[in-house]
Antibody, heavy 118, light 110 residues
Framework: EVQLVESGGALIQPGGSLRLSCAAS????????MHWVRQAPGKGPVWVSDINGDGSGTNYADSVKGRFTISRDNAKNTLYLQMNGLRAEDSAVYHC???????????WGQGALVTVSS | QSALTQPPSVSGSPGQSVTISCTGTSSDVGYYNRVSWYQQSPGTAPKLMIF???NRPSGVPDRFSGSKSGNTASLTISGLQAEDEADYYC??????????FGTGAKVTVL
């Protein structure tokens, strides 16, 4: 069974930094693209970033480019999101998700809550 | 990147068909056949229902179908059931290598 478990969410002040982790199990982690998708309470999902299987290729939404960095450790089956320069509008539940079927996501974690507030 | 446009709500009686539209641009929906659809019930993570415009993952009922014309994709639910009541989001890969989700449509079974 595919399992994705996020951690690292917190209440953080504007301008601060935070690193989210996502522990993956139940599949061959290195074979899959992985994504971060965020969802503010009562709002729809917003794609944040993705990374290919060996970590050599990444993409970012314009809203986080230059502030967020996605990475992975295939030896630890773990996905990361380093978030710097956090803003109030970054507040959301951050889900890690597995890419599948080319350009879709088939498994999601339950998410880590990030709240940016003074 | 602006969100894809969906109607806020769609409703139908059990057994009827409903269609949800998803309008983007020539840089996303209109460029590739890389449109997917997700169903989300309250308090749960989204569930993939359709990928690459009109393909169903294993386990998704065949009353869910997708199509695309120009810059607009559509999800049709045939034979609407009470359990289909949820929020539905479309998503598309873009020419920039990013993804964009839709604004979401709430399906209500009357």
């Amino acid at each position: 069974e595919v399992q994705l478990v996020e951690s690292g969410g917190a209440l953080i002040q504007p301008g601060g930094s935070l690193r989210l982790s996502c522990a993956a199990s139940g599949f061959i982690f290195r074979n899959y693209y992985m994504h971060w998708v965020r969802q503010a309470p009562g709002k729809g999902p917003v794609w944040v970033s993705d990374i290919n299987g060996d970590g050599s290729g990444t993409n970012y939404a314009d809203s986080v480019k230059g502030r967020f960095t996605i990475s992975r450790d295939n030896a630890k089956n773990t996905l990361y999101l380093q978030m710097n320069g956090l803003r109030a509008e970054d507040s959301a539940v951050y889900h890690c998700a597995r890419g599948r079927y080319a350009y879709a996501v088939d498994s999601w974690g339950q998410g880590a809550l990030v709240t940016v507030s003074s | 990147q602006s969100a894809l446009t969906q109607p806020p709500s769609v409703s139908g009686s059990p057994g009827q068909s409903v269609t949800i539209s998803c309008t983007g641009t020539s840089s996303d929906v209109g460029y590739y056949n890389r449109v997917s659809w997700y169903q989300q019930s309250p308090g749960t993570a989204p569930k993939l229902m359709i990928f690459e415009v009109n393909n169903r993952p294993s386990g998704v009922p065949d009353r869910f179908s997708g199509s695309k014309s120009g810059n607009t994709a559509s999800l049709t639910i045939s034979g609407l059931q009470a359990e289909d009541e949820a929020d539905y989001y479309c998503s598309s890969h873009t020419t920039s290598g990013t993804y964009v989700f839709g604004t979401g449509a709430k399906v209500t079974v009357l």
